[in-house]
């Protein structure tokens, strides 16, 4: 018998297509991070990130200002050092980088964006680690998270709308919030990195942010074959006060997105990471790719899994496709 079902009635036209799309995606869901390097007196490119560059504080604001005529929702702000040391003591100093930049923004801005600061030492160490190290040269999980306290402070009184704990040491939420509170930032939100990856994607983001690293971060980050454990660390992460959690990276993990998104109470965003932007880039620029459609497809993607906000470097330049 001739099929009498026929689901492509709903496919004949643009207009039909768009009346019936179950997924949307808006310039506001997006989030662009941004690299600003000290010592620096015009933009660095990142080789490995076609596009991206580490910002000097005037070209940070032009393009932070640009991000925000195109609709993008918020800003991820990320500090690179000219000097480092074991502590990251770069990170608390009001005079730091990160903590300028983040004045910086917040004057020139106000309120007209979501500012996010990440709240994570490895930019600032000399080993690279996302915390402090103790005699054995491991990750001092509580030391780190007495560090994450002050950091927290610094860049609330800089200015930062939400913070960004991405370290994954345990406990990192509920101290931050209770350090935050204590001073009277009780508005600062918090954006936790509730299931972050071990994932081989990073490796354009540790040039980008000139890491120092040796080694890996397995004893702190998460192994890419569990999905259990993420949802354990999320479930921690809210009990502990997080405002909005996150996955990352995103394109690997649509599966850990999906099971977020289906037992949180509050807002999941997933981190479109350095790896996942340059391989698009690579093969785009190959001619094997179309570079608009990929991206728009991949945004999408994430959007379907569950994402309420994707953080993305495609982020200016996609809302203005999207508008």
């Not at 942010?209 to 980050?221: E, H, W």
């Not at 790896?275 to 620029?285: H, I, P, S």
Request: with cysteine.
């Amino acid at each position: 018998m001739f099929p009498e079902h026929r689901p492509r009635r709903l496919r004949t036209t643009p207009a039909m297509r768009r009346l019936v799309g179950e997924t949307t995606l808006r310039p506001r869901q997006l989030i662009l991070p941004m690299f600003v390097a000290e010592g620096i007196d015009q933009p660095r490119p990142i080789s490995s990130m076609p596009g991206v560059v580490q910002h000097t504080r005037d070209t940070l604001r032009k393009a932070a200002v640009d991000a925000v005529n195109a609709g993008v929702g918020g800003l991820m702000l990320f500090g690179v050092p000219q000097t480092r040391d074991a502590e990251g003591s770069g990170a608390v100093d009001e005079h730091g980088i990160l903590n300028v930049a983040l004045r910086d923004l917040r004057h020139e801005l106000g309120d007209a964006t979501v500012l996010m600061a990440d709240t994570c030492l490895d930019e600032f160490t000399d080993h690279g680690h996302c915390g402090v190290l103790d005699a054995d040269g491991a990750v001092d999980n509580d030391a780190t998270l007495r560090v994450y306290a002050q950091m927290a402070v610094a860049q609330a009184e800089a200015g930062a709308h939400v913070l960004g704990p991405s370290g994954m040491m345990d406990g990192q939420i509920g101290v931050i919030r209770r350090a935050l509170d204590e001073v009277g930032y009780k508005e600062t939100a918090i954006l936790a990195y509730a299931a972050k990856y071990a994932s081989a994607f990073y490796g354009p983001f540790r040039e980008a942010v000139d890491s120092q690293l040796k080694g890996d971060r397995k004893t702190y980050q998460q192994d890419p074959g569990n999905a259990r454990e993420a949802l354990r660390e999320i479930e921690l992460d809210l009990a502990e006060g997080a405002d909005m959690v996150m996955v990352k990276p995103a394109l690997s993990y649509l599966d850990v997105i999906k099971a977020a998104a289906d037992i949180s109470p509050v807002p999941v965003a997933a981190y479109n990471i350095s790896g996942e932007y340059a391989m698009v880039e690579a093969a785009a620029a190959n001619g094997w790719l179309d570079r608009e459609r990929t991206i728009l497809e991949v945004l999408t993607s994430i959007r379907r899994a569950g994402a309420d906000m994707i953080l993305t470097y495609w982020a200016t330049e996609a809302a203005a496709w999207l508008d």
